[in-house]
């Protein structure tokens, strides 16, 4: 008895972690939704903003409440406005994708994210990468030209856009690594809204009038201002749901459970804009899910084995 009570706290926060990640994968793609819908009115440049400006908002109480230093140590700037830009970056990208792409195809381009950190890790930071996740990786890519190859051919450039979201969205989540362990997420999540905010509205404010599609901002009409605070609103609760899921249950448990995001976008895509990804798009969104799900196993083998290998007793 003794024993299950010990261990029933450790489930439970496995379990609260694991049902907060499911609804990141619900939340996250009804922010795709709410920046599509308002791209057919307002540029790509001003959704964006709205997406940091109604985060920084919503945060601030959250900071208040919780009694939490708005302090930053001057050593974490660089990387906090790195972060931010590199967010930045990734959104505007994916947004100006969405305008014109199916959700689907969009989302599952930038979900090559992972194999970029993995081969950075290995390449760059000098990290432990067997062939077999390396080679998955390697595959990942390839799944990625299945869905390009079709939505270039169809939309032009553009459909590169996710291409540069992944690559951004790799190294946001290489910078958070290091800035997770010294701030508080909600701190973390407030300081990103506010930077990012800054940085976006200088240039609105230069593109106002120039007659950019992708920039020059205009007064959001009846229900845009709907899907306006949509964006932020589903970007902060999603974005909140998995730092906290993560804080709370082991990353190689939760990590499959973000492939789950891809079918509800489809899901989304379909029942609100009727977009359903082509033959050749689904071959490359399967070929992306495999191996993204055959290298989370390896690094769980892998992780088994060293602790096997601490564990065991010198001879």
């Known amino acids: 008895m003794t024993s299950h009570t010990a ?9 609260a972690g694991v049902v907060l990640m499911l609804g990141f994968c619900v939340t996250a793609p009804m922010l795709d939704v709410a920046a599509k819908l ?6 790509v440049g001003q959704i964006t903003a709205a997406r940091f400006i109604v985060q920084c908002v919503l945060m601030a109480p959250f900071v208040w409440v919780m009694g939490l230093s708005l302090r930053v140590a001057r050593g974490h700037w660089p990387a906090l406005t790195f972060r931010a830009a ?26 090559v994210a992972p ?14 990468v067997g062939p077999r996740r390396a080679g998955a990786a390697v595959v990942g890519f390839v799944g990625v030209l299945f869905v390009i190859q079709p939505s270039f051919a169809a939309f032009g450039a553009i459909a590169l856009f996710p291409l540069g979201t992944a690559v951004g969205f790799a190294f946001y989540i290489l910078v958070t690594r290091g800035l997770s362990r010294r701030m508080h997420p909600v701190t973390l999540q407030f300081h990103t ?7 976006c509205l200088p240039v609105l404010l230069l593109a106002q009038g120039t007659g950019s599609l992708l920039l020059d901002p205009v007064m ?24 906290y899921a993560l804080s709370l249950a082991p990353s ?4 499959p459970l973000q492939y789950l995001e891809l079918p509800v976008a489809t899901l989304l895509g379909y029942l609100v804009f009727s977009d359903f990804p082509n033959a050749l798009s689904l071959i490359g969104i399967t070929i992306i899910i495999g191996s993204g799900l055959y290298m989370i196993h390896r690094e769980r083998v892998t992780s088994r084995q060293l602790v096997t290998e601490r564990a065991a007793p010198p001879i």
Do not use: N
């Open 7 to 15: 261990q029933t706290p450790s489930t439970d926060r496995i379990l």
């Open 38 to 43: 308002a791209s057919t009115s307002l540029p």
């Open 86 to 111: 590199l967010l930045l970056l990734s959104t505007f990208c994916f947004i100006a994708a969405i305008s014109v792409m199916p959700l689907a195809d969009a989302l599952a381009i930038v979900f």
């Open 115 to 128: 194999f970029i950190v993995l081969l950075v890790g290995k390449f760059y930071l000098g990290e432990d």
């Open 193 to 199: 809204g506010l930077i990012a905010s800054l940085l």
């Open 220 to 243: 959001p009409e009846g229900i845009a201002w709907l899907w306006l605070l949509g964006v932020g609103f589903f970007a902060t609760l999603s974005h909140m749901m998995m730092t």
């Open 252 to 255: 190689a448990t939760l990590a």
